[in-house]
């Protein structure tokens, strides 16, 4: 059981050091990637019209662009 559970740990502890190794990476390409931008736009778009209180159609687009702008994807 120790060493089922020990080869677990290290499994586990080098998939996150290698997913860490590409992780700024993937943002990168992430941020850089039009079907990136167009399911921001679709969230945000969902996000507006979900929270605040805008009956123009153009306004809640305009709104949600400008939230897609104020947000970058990186690292943690």
Do not use: W
């Amino acid at each position: 059981m120790t060493t089922t559970t020990s080869k677990a740990n290290h499994y586990d502890q080098a998939i996150r050091r290698l997913a860490d190794a590409f992780s700024s990476e993937f943002a990168e390409f992430c941020s850089g990637h039009e079907r990136m931008h167009e399911l921001m736009m679709e969230l945000a778009s969902e996000y507006v019209e979900t929270n605040i209180p805008i009956v123009a159609e153009d306004d809640q687009t305009d709104v949600a662009s400008e939230l897609l702008m104020s947000v970058t994807v990186t690292k943690v």
